[in-house]
């Protein structure tokens, strides 16, 4: 079904794009204050991140079920549960993705994560964090059903581009609030 060659390059080329996720990632949150002053702007630059993320996650799933098609993993007693189990997977990988990602914002606006606060940034995040968790869900679980199409991923984009737009507004509202 897969060749071992093609394989290969697709593992290369996670790699490759896995490095080029990383500086993209320091030129995101470097700019991220000045990005904001603009709604449109700030919209598409999140949608792109958002994107480049997904795009990484389907890129390194493609790969882990060439693997597993090409029995890399033989020897393995449970190498294809993920392969097997898409939903429960895709589930917990995007529940985990989410939570270091809200993380991860909120050591962009206090400089470190307080614990004593982190039940209140879960909650205010978590509208966007279902969006886009639904939108990481969707495409783990096409890739793993191995049933990636055109149609499945015009629709997780338009979901990260709808969380894109709800976090835009989100931020102004916030600010709204605060000021």
Known sequence: ??????????????????????????????????????????????????????????????????????????????????????KTFAFIFACIIVFISILRGATLIVGRVNLEFLPMILLISMPIGIVEGYGIYLAIKNTLNRMLSIKSLVGVYGVFFIASVLEVAFINLLIWIIT
């Open 1 to 86: 079904m897969y060749s071992k060659r093609n394989t290969a390059l697709l593992g290369l080329a996670f790699v490759a794009f896995l490095a080029l996720a990383y500086l993209e990632n320091t030129f995101f949150f470097g700019v991220l204050g000045e990005i904001l002053q603009n709604n449109l702007l700030a919209i598409i630059m999140l949608f792109v991140h958002n994107g480049l993320v997904v795009s990484l996650i389907v890129l390194g799933m493609s790969f882990y079920v060439r693997l597993v098609f090409l029995d890399f993993f033989k020897r393995e007693k449970y190498s294809d549960i993920i392969v097997t189990h898409p």
